[in-house]
């Protein structure tokens, strides 16, 4: 079992910056990828960014490619999600994801989740 808590949510005009934070607990942290997913409202939810078990590789949707940075600190247990340049499309409940497979962009393929944090961003 893993248990992930995301912090670091908050409103932020758009152009802004925010620090997503995903602290883990439980089995080891360092045998899951790791991800961050979003639902934005009236959407479903979906894959934003993963980074691999040692962190030497990550992927991104193309909506935050350039924009947004995913990494990971197995001696903390921790894996954080860096936005930058923040639009008003990014308004959404972002989710911590865990998966003991590799790298996944498919919200069914994830082992645990996070309880989410909201993040809106105003024009």
């Known amino acids: 079992q893993v248990q992930l808590v995301e912090s670091g949510g908050g409103s932020v005009q758009a152009g802004g910056s925010l620090r997503l934070s995903c602290a883990a607990s439980?089995?080891?942290?360092?045998?899951?990828?790791m991800g961050w997913f979003r639902q934005r409202p009236g959407k479903e939810r979906e894959f934003v960014a993963t980074?691999?078990?040692?962190?030497?590789?990550?992927y991104y949707a193309d909506s935050v490619k350039g924009r947004f940075t995913i990494a990971r600190d197995n001696a903390k247990n921790v894996v954080y999600l860096q936005m930058n340049s923040l639009k008003p499309e990014d308004t959404a409940v972002y989710y911590c994801?865990?998966?003991?497979?590799?790298?996944?962009?498919?919200?069914?393929?994830?082992?645990?989740w996070g309880q989410g944090t909201q993040v809106t961003v105003s024009s």
């Open positions: 980074i691999n078990r040692n962190g030497g590789n990550t």
């Open positions: 439980g089995r080891s942290f360092s045998g899951y990828a």
């Open positions: 994801t865990a998966t003991s497979s590799s790298i996944t962009t498919t919200p069914r393929f994830v082992d645990y």
